[in-house]
Each structure stands twice: as C-alpha cells, then as structure tokens.
C-alpha cells in the first residue's frame, strides 16, 4: 500500500451484531433500544467504539439509516439479513454477507456521553 493510502475498511463481528440486533420497523430504535437488543443479542453492552464503527459503516453502506429518533435497518439491510441463517444468538452468520460489500463510511459521531446515557436509560428499563 502507498505511503499515505490507508487499508480499506473491513467489516468485523461487532457490525454484524450490532445489524442483527437493529429493528427494521418505520420508527427505528433509539440508541438505547439498540444497546438494550445488543445485549439481547450478545450478552454484552456495545462500547462507544464499537458502536461509531458499526453504525458508521453500516450507515454509510446503505444498509441502515439514522433517523430522528435513532437508527433504522434500510430494506439493502432487510436484504443483507434475511441471510440470517442462525439463531438470536447466532448473529455472526451475517459476517459473511457483509463482507460481500465494501464497508463505506466513517465512525458514527457518537459521544461517551450519549452512549452512557442511553446505557443508563436502559438499565433503568430493565
């Protein structure tokens, strides 16, 4: 690779599961119903990091949209997980299918703060 070219960037396990654990429904999620379907879907909480390269990629490749509210699957989504071949806790499957695509996009702005918020929010949800 020339000097000053960076790699291009490739899908990880993070994005499958955080497109696994993001609702295709016309109000979409916040982002704390989308930690609160992660940690359904993994068992673990989604760091800031986590979150602003998945949903940066996923947004940037079409797949997924921010919305007023939060973030919602596009129907290229809807398309990219019907291939969902597992369980909920399955969700890797879609790993293969995203690495179809060229991973477009930058890290989604997200703060720490907004994250913990959400993170709060859903705890006191629960």
Do not use: C
């Not at 879609?94 to 930058?106: A, C, M, R, T, V």
Request: without cysteine.
């Amino acid at each position: 690779m020339p000097e000053g070219v960076s790699e291009p960037a490739t899908w990880t396990s993070s994005d499958a599961w955080i497109l696994a654990s993001l609702s295709s429904g016309r109000r979409g999620m916040t982002l704390s119903e989308l930690i609160a379907s992660a940690d359904a879907h993994n068992h673990a909480i989604p760091t800031r990091d986590e979150l602003a390269s998945a949903l940066g990629g996923l947004v940037g490749t079409g797949l997924v949209e921010a919305t007023r509210r939060g973030f919602r699957t596009t129907r290229k989504g809807m398309s990219v997980k019907r291939q969902w071949t597992g369980g909920m806790f399955q969700w890797t499957s879609l790993l293969p299918e995203l690495e179809k695509l060229e991973k477009i996009g930058d890290d989604y702005p997200l703060t720490e703060t907004e994250v913990r918020e959400a993170y709060t929010a859903y705890i006191r949800r629960t």
